[in-house]
C-alpha cells in the first residue's frame, strides 16, 4: 500500500542468473539426486496424526469475498519491533490468510502455528504452501517454484532478497517448469493425509498457476471489490520494512525462512477451517493447546473483527478469545483500515496494531468498548 515501496526491477544481475533461462528443464528446477523435488517422484506414507489434528479443530467452511492469495496490508511488518520489545516469543501462535502468517512466525519463533480462516480455500492454500516449503532447500527455489521460472545454475542459499526478487523479475515464467511444479506439489499435497476432492485438487493448481502467470505483480483482489491501487502486489510484500527500516519478512533472511520450513516439515503449522466466532474450531483449538501444554503468545486477526462487528459477533469473538490459554504477554495483531490513528504511517493504506490480549478483556468487561472503533483504539498500544 506504501507508494514508495523498494522495487528491484531493473537491477545489475549476474551473468549467471541472466543465463538461467537457457538451462535445461531438470537442471533449472533442481532435479538431482539430492533435490526434494527429485524424491517426490517416490510415493509418500500419508501423514495421518497431521491430517487428523486438521480434521479434529476444523468447521464446515463460510464464505468470503476473496482467494485472499496474498495479503493486502503493506503495513504488516510495522508491529515487529514491538514484538520484540515485548518479548512476545515461544508458545502457540494462532493467524489468519495466507503467507504474512509466516513473517509472525519467524518473529515469534513459536512452537507451533495453528492458520484458521472461514474459508476453506485458505486451508487449500496452506497446504500449497507446505508443499513448497518441503519441495523446497532455500528461499529462491521456494519463489522459483510458487512462480514457476527455473533456478540459475548456482546460487547462494544468502543471497540478498533484492537479488531474489531481481532474477525472478528477469526470468519469464516457463511452461514445462511450471507443469513440474504443479505436479511435484500434487504429490506433496496427497502426501498429508487431509482428504481432498478433484475440486480441492483442482483448486491448489488454480492458485499455483495464478502465482505463476502474474509473478511478483501478484495483487490482492476480491470478487465483489474493485482491485485497489494501494494494494501491494507481491514484489512489495515481499520487500517491505519494518518501522526500523529493516526487511523483516519470512523471505528476506535465510535464517527465518528455514524456521518457518522446519516447523512445516515437523506439521507444526496447522490449517484450520474456523469461525474467529464460531462454536467448534476456536473451542477445539483452545482443549487441544491445554491439552500440550501450551498457552497462545501472538493471535494475529488481520481485519477480520471489522466484519465480526458488523455482524455483532464481537461478543462471541471475546467468549473465544477468553477459552484460549494465553502467556501472560500475549497479543493480538490486527490490521486497521479507513481509520486514521497515531499508529499509523503516512503512504499506507492499512495500520498494524498490538494490543494484549488481558488488556482487551479487562477493556470489553469493563463495557468500553461498544464498537469496531472502540475495540481497536481504546487498548491499543504505541508503535513503538
Given at each position: 500500500m506504501s507508494a514508495d515501496a523498494p522495487r528491484a526491477r531493473g537491477r545489475a544481475l549476474p551473468r549467471a542468473l541472466a543465463l538461467a533461462p537457457a538451462l535445461g528443464l531438470a537442471l533449472a528446477l533442481g532435479l538431482a539426486a539430492q533435490s526434494p523435488v527429485g524424491a517426490e517422484r517416490r510415493p509418500a506414507r500419508p501423514d495421518t496424526g497431521f491430517a487428523a489434528i486438521v480434521a479434529r479443530l476444523s468447521e464446515p467452511g463460510g464464505y468470503f469475498d476473496t482467494d485472499n492469495l496474498i495479503s493486502n496490508e503493506a503495513s504488516y511488518q510495522h508491529v515487529l519491533g514491538k514484538l520484540d520489545a515485548l518479548g512476545v516469543h515461544g508458545g502457540a501462535y494462532l493467524g489468519v490468510g495466507p503467507d504474512q502468517n509466516f513473517t509472525y512466525i519467524a518473529a515469534i519463533r513459536p512452537?507451533?502455528?495453528?492458520?484458521?480462516?472461514?474459508?476453506?480455500?485458505?486451508?487449500l492454500q496452506q497446504l500449497?504452501?507446505?508443499?513448497?516449503?518441503?519441495?523446497?532447500?532455500?528461499?529462491?527455489?521456494?519463489?522459483?517454484?510458487?512462480?514457476?521460472?527455473?533456478?540459475?545454475?548456482?546460487?547462494?542459499a544468502d543471497e540478498d532478497i533484492e537479488r531474489i526478487v531481481a532474477y525472478l523479475d528477469a526470468t519469464p515464467l516457463q511452461p514445462a517448469t511450471l507443469d513440474s511444479a504443479l505436479a511435484a506439489v500434487r504429490r506433496a499435497v496427497l502426501?498429508?493425509?487431509?482428504?481432498?476432492?478433484?475440486?480441492?485438487l483442482a483448486t491448489i493448481r488454480r492458485f499455483h498457476t495464478t502465482f505463476a502467470k502474474a509473478g511478483l505483480d501478484l495483487r490482492f483482489e476480491s470478487f465483489s471489490r474493485g482491485v485497489q491501487s494501494y494494494y501491494?502486489?507481491?514484489?512489495?510484500?515481499?520487500?517491505?520494512?519494518?518501522?526500523?527500516?529493516?526487511?523483516?519478512?519470512?523471505?528476506?533472511?535465510?535464517?527465518?525462512?528455514?524456521?518457518?520450513?522446519?516447523?512445516?516439515?515437523?506439521?507444526?503449522?496447522?490449517?484450520?477451517?474456523?469461525?474467529?466466532a464460531g462454536t467448534v474450531a476456536l473451542p477445539a483449538i483452545a482443549d487441544f493447546l491445554r491439552e500440550r501444554g501450551l498457552a497462545v503468545t501472538a493471535y494475529y486477526?488481520?481485519?477480520?473483527?471489522?466484519y465480526l462487528a458488523r455482524e455483532d459477533k464481537l461478543g462471541a469473538f471475546m467468549t473465544d478469545l477468553r477459552?484460549?490459554?494465553?502467556?501472560?504477554?500475549?497479543?493480538?495483531?490486527?490490521?486497521v483500515f479507513r481509520f486514521s490513528l497515531p499508529q499509523s504511517v503516512p503512504g499506507y493504506a492499512s495500520t498494524q496494531l498490538?494490543?494484549?490480549?488481558?488488556?482487551?478483556?479487562?477493556?470489553?468487561?469493563?463495557?468500553?468498548?461498544?464498537?469496531?472503533?472502540?475495540?481497536?483504539?481504546?487498548?491499543?498500544?504505541p508503535a513503538r
Amino acid at each position: 500500500m506504501s507508494a514508495d515501496a523498494p522495487r528491484a526491477r531493473g537491477r545489475a544481475l549476474p551473468r549467471a542468473l541472466a543465463l538461467a533461462p537457457a538451462l535445461g528443464l531438470a537442471l533449472a528446477l533442481g532435479l538431482a539426486a539430492q533435490s526434494p523435488v527429485g524424491a517426490e517422484r517416490r510415493p509418500a506414507r500419508p501423514d495421518t496424526g497431521f491430517a487428523a489434528i486438521v480434521a479434529r479443530l476444523s468447521e464446515p467452511g463460510g464464505y468470503f469475498d476473496t482467494d485472499n492469495l496474498i495479503s493486502n496490508e503493506a503495513s504488516y511488518q510495522h508491529v515487529l519491533g514491538k514484538l520484540d520489545a515485548l518479548g512476545v516469543h515461544g508458545g502457540a501462535y494462532l493467524g489468519v490468510g495466507p503467507d504474512q502468517n509466516f513473517t509472525y512466525i519467524a518473529a515469534i519463533r513459536p512452537e507451533l502455528a495453528i492458520i484458521v480462516d472461514i474459508r476453506r480455500d485458505n486451508l487449500l492454500q496452506q497446504l500449497l504452501f507446505r508443499a513448497l516449503f518441503q519441495l523446497s532447500r532455500d528461499r529462491l527455489q521456494y519463489l522459483a517454484l510458487l512462480l514457476g521460472r527455473p533456478l540459475p545454475p548456482t546460487h547462494r542459499a544468502d543471497e540478498d532478497i533484492e537479488r531474489i526478487v531481481a532474477y525472478l523479475d528477469a526470468t519469464p515464467l516457463q511452461p514445462a517448469t511450471l507443469d513440474s511444479a504443479l505436479a511435484a506439489v500434487r504429490r506433496a499435497v496427497l502426501s498429508y493425509g487431509v482428504p481432498l476432492s478433484d475440486a480441492d485438487l483442482a483448486t491448489i493448481r488454480r492458485f499455483h498457476t495464478t502465482f505463476a502467470k502474474a509473478g511478483l505483480d501478484l495483487r490482492f483482489e476480491s470478487f465483489s471489490r474493485g482491485v485497489q491501487s494501494y494494494y501491494p502486489v507481491l514484489r512489495q510484500l515481499v520487500l517491505e520494512r519494518d518501522l526500523d527500516g529493516r526487511r523483516r519478512g519470512y523471505l528476506a533472511r535465510e535464517e527465518d525462512f528455514q524456521l518457518v520450513r522446519t516447523l512445516e516439515a515437523r506439521g507444526r503449522v496447522i490449517p484450520v477451517v474456523g469461525d474467529l466466532a464460531g462454536t467448534v474450531a476456536l473451542p477445539a483449538i483452545a482443549d487441544f493447546l491445554r491439552e500440550r501444554g501450551l498457552a497462545v503468545t501472538a493471535y494475529y486477526t488481520s481485519n477480520v473483527e471489522f466484519y465480526l462487528a458488523r455482524e455483532d459477533k464481537l461478543g462471541a469473538f471475546m467468549t473465544d478469545l477468553r477459552r484460549l490459554p494465553r502467556d501472560p504477554r500475549a497479543v493480538v495483531i490486527r490490521s486497521v483500515f479507513r481509520f486514521s490513528l497515531p499508529q499509523s504511517v503516512p503512504g499506507y493504506a492499512s495500520t498494524q496494531l498490538l494490543e494484549r490480549m488481558d488488556d482487551l478483556l479487562a477493556a470489553w468487561d469493563a463495557g468500553k468498548i461498544h464498537g469496531y472503533f472502540d475495540l481497536v483504539t481504546v487498548a491499543a498500544l504505541p508503535a513503538r
